[in-house]
């Protein structure tokens, strides 16, 4: 019998760092949701953040899997095969950029496509596990890299190029499939029915500011 699909909705515990101080100029906002928490599935992430017009501007993102969870190899999935995706919106024009005397830009609405990519030599040779692209054109591109492995736990990490051209307020909805789109098991729950934590870390470009997220998910058989 098949079960239902369940949906998790964390609270998140936040702790905003600078050098150990609160930051008030970087606030995100940040949830998580997993469209299946059985051991061994195959779940959707379902990823959204915000970033108010007075927060400092993105400069890295970093969600954290721990040990028991398994991803994806980079041989497991075709090149340029789609594994998720998903719309941002934010600020764009000449307005964004500092001391413009053109004060004009307006909310841009952009569709993400998230692609399993080749690595490069470098990145096998510095141990990166996989890479997902995440496509923003016209407005930016980031390289997801997934280092670790399903006995230490894993990191998925990846930095926005700075544009002048774009600005907060920002709003990001992701969703990385458990699968591929030929099928292929790109996120596989771990095999016991326990807590696990799942961590995000939005970092700011402009300070050494970071937003801490930790999203308990309860797995059941």
């Not at 969703?175 to 729950?189: A, C, V």
Request: proline share 9%; net charge neutral.
């Amino acid at each position: 019998m098949k079960h239902p699909v369940k949906v998790v909705l964390a609270s998140a515990v936040v702790s905003l760092l600078v050098a150990g101080v609160a930051n008030a100029a970087f606030a995100p906002k940040f949830s998580l949701k997993l469209s299946d928490t059985k051991v061994l599935a195959n779940p959707t992430f379902d990823i959204h953040f915000e970033l108010s017009k007075e927060d400092e501007e993105i400069g890295n993102f970093q969600l954290l899997l721990p040990k028991g969870f398994n991803i994806a190899a980079d041989g497991d999935i075709p090149n340029n095969e789609k594994i998720g995706g998903g719309q941002i919106k934010i600020e764009a024009g000449p307005g964004c950029r500092p001391g413009s005397p053109i004060p004009a830009s307006a909310p841009a609405t952009v569709n993400a496509t998230i692609v399993e990519k080749d690595r490069t030599d470098d990145e096998a040779d510095a141990g990166v596990h996989a890479v997902w692209f995440l496509n923003l054109e016209p407005l930016n591109r980031v390289r997801l890299l997934v280092t670790g492995s399903k006995l230490t736990g894993w990191k998925v990490e990846g930095a926005p190029t700075p544009s002048d051209n774009t600005c907060n307020p920002l709003t990001v909805d992701l969703k990385i499939n458990g699968k591929s789109e030929s099928g292929i098991p790109l996120i596989t729950n771990p095999k016991k029915p326990r807590q696990k934590v799942i961590t995000a870390n939005i970092i700011s470009q402009d300070s050494p500011a970071i937003a801490t997220f930790n999203v308990p998910v309860q797995f059941t058989r």
